[in-house]
């Protein structure tokens, strides 16, 4: 008898700290520092970033989901952004400040339009770390006629999964080449040069 209660307590220990580990997770992209390899010379530019997630955009899901964290038995709980604001919102502030970095002068609505489609972005995280995205950066100039654009879509692993610090820090790391590797198209690049 003895032995089953310590058994059993040990369980629930086990259940609970597994479990607590996967709730109430989340990430933060606003660290990111993208490297946009184009002078902008003071040009002014709009930033626009639309997420089209499909579980977002019916509700299934809110617009600060970015992810998974499973719990011992693989049992899913929702990642969602440290700031609490919607995804597509902290991409914005992140090629925003980026931009900015590179002498573009980030305005409401003048000049070309810098505009990011989310499709999917989501990790997955329980023994690996995994990251599925689709997404489509887009340049837009003066006349809203399509410059430039260029996709990148894929499923891989990050890294093994840790803590919530770790797998914060590779999933914006991710965010950070993703995006990187988008505006250094020579598309993208000479369309903002331009």
Known sequence: MRKNIIRNTLVLFFVVALGGCAVGNTYDYRVADLGIPVNGMGQPVSVEVVDARPYVLNGRKSSNFIGLQRGGYG?????TTSSGQ???EE???VIASSLAKSNFAVAGSAGKTV???VREW???AMSRLRLIYDMTLAIRSD???KAASV???GDEVLSAAGMESANSASA???FERKLSRLFADNDIREALER
């Open 91 to 93: 991409f914005e502030a």
């Open 86 to 88: 919607p995804l597509a």
């Open 75 to 79: 049992n899913p709980f929702d990642v």
């Open 122 to 124: 989501k990790t997955d």
């Open 115 to 117: 505009k990011l489609t």
């Open 143 to 145: 006349d809203n006629t």
């Open 172 to 174: 914006s790391a991710a």
């Open 151 to 153: 996709s990148d879509k």
